[in-house]
């Protein structure tokens, strides 16, 4: 009996552990430099995302995707959405 308590507590831990590790981020409020001149000049007010990976597919703005903060569907074409993803994280260092 000890041993299934155990059991079923482990099962629970694991199962909320995933659970949390899957729900969006929150990204406080900040400014950036958006004319790339080195003056931090348009304020981006706080909002959610989902956690960071390596897919593309498991965003809010994939096309097709519902984003549970704007209770909206995106719009758009898959394949113009991965090729403008992939262009803008290759010009990340």
Do not use: C
């Not at 080195?38 to 519902?66: A, E, M, Q």
């Amino acid at each position: 009996m000890k041993g299934f308590i155990l059991l079923i507590g482990g099962i629970l831990f694991l199962l909320l552990s995933i659970l949390a590790l899957a729900g969006d981020v929150s990204v406080r409020g900040h400014w950036r430099d958006s004319d790339h001149d080195g003056i931090k000049d348009k304020y981006v007010d706080h909002y959610h995302r989902s956690s960071p990976n390596k897919s593309l597919r498991d965003n809010y703005g994939y096309p097709g995707n519902f984003n549970p903060n704007t209770r909206d569907f995106s719009t758009g074409n898959p394949e113009t959405y991965e090729r403008s993803q992939k262009h803008n994280n290759s010009l990340r260092w």
